[in-house]
């Protein structure tokens, strides 16, 4: 479409978010020209807004509108549980449930040294002063059961102190998921992990 | 993500996307936030400029940012032969050619009765002064060999004149397409449409 210099400005910048290639950003882009024009307008400013207003929390690193996000300001959670995850979407999972109260911690990315994070480019110095307060009684390692979780977990558990009990997620059978169509992993994990009856 | 109001902002416009649900928008919203900062602006700002830069041809109904597209007004193509296409993308495919010199024609949608698409949400009017003109010598149909496809191209054939000579694209078997895996009607098509070898 390069008879229209914005529209294939348009493609270009939508082709490069992940997962849309060359041909989904055109229709993306032609829909963006077809719908109501306020549908449009809306998608652009909520795109300038969120980075104008979302920063990461101080304390935990999740997205945040304050210095603070509101589950790290809000009083009636327990801030001496907290749940480390590799993302802030990861967070969603666990409020979903109802039922966890604690806090977060967001690390923002996993190591992996292949592809050169270092665990600089981890969320971990604001990690390590929430332990020196002491206030912290447990820290769940929630981490992605892949390498690179594994190894985020095991790079954690380093300096973590000796006082503060250390979890991880439970591995096993899924809720519904049949033996059958389980992968081995999984079913030896669920194994492992057996608990009394 | 409730805790912050401009992250679910972005997350509810991005699932308005054709294609995109709630979890491929949240996927999405994470990397606008993460992703360097000129790249995120650059995608609003090209939404904003494409709506206020792009308009209709006022002759043939592709995008353009004037009163007439580059092709309407290229003095080098033919105008006496209009294809007429569904949508601005269709475009693109004849261009890859490099062969054809005709000019187009854009119909913005085509004839559904059941969603309630009828003849006036088509860019007739248009289409019709251009063969009042009697300058253009052939119309060809490429609308898609859908029931919509059909439909269109048959109402379109009413009101071309009978002096201006009315073609389809050939139906056939795509170029590499192997007999085995094609479906009956391309089969059938190819084989009604066969010509002198």
């Known amino acids: 479409m390069d008879w229209s210099p914005a529209v294939e400005t348009l493609v270009r910048e939508l082709s490069r978010l992940p997962g849309v290639g060359r041909r989904s950003a055109s229709r993306l882009a032609h829909h ?22 979302v920063r990461p929390c101080q304390c935990c690193g999740n997205y945040a509108e304050a210095e ?7 009083p009636r959670r327990d801030h001496g549980i907290v749940l480390v995850v590799e993302k802030p979407s990861d967070i969603s999972a666990f409020e979903s449930t109802g039922r966890y109260r604690g806090v977060y911690h967001v ?11 270092g665990p600089d480019r981890l969320n971990l110095a604001a990690l390590r002063s ?32 000796s006082g503060t009990s250390l979890t991880r997620l439970a591995r096993g059978l899924p809720v519904g998921g049949e033996l059958e169509y389980s992968d081995s992993l999984t079913v030896l994990r669920a194994y492992e992990g057996r608990i009394p009856a």
Request: aromatic share 2%; glycine share 6%; charged share 25%.
């Open 32 to 53: 963006l020209l077809r719908c109501p024009e306020e549908q449009a307008r809306a998608l652009a400013l909520s795109i300038q807004e969120s980075r104008d207003k």
């Open 68 to 74: 603070l996000c509101p589950l790290c300001r809000d």
């Open 107 to 117: 690390l923002g990315a996993l190591l992996s040294p292949l592809d050169g994070i």
């Open 130 to 161: 929430r332990m020196e307060g002491g206030a912290v009684r447990e820290v769940v390692l929630a981490t992605p059961a892949s390498t690179e979780g594994d190894a985020t977990a095991l790079y954690i558990q380093r300096f973590i102190p």
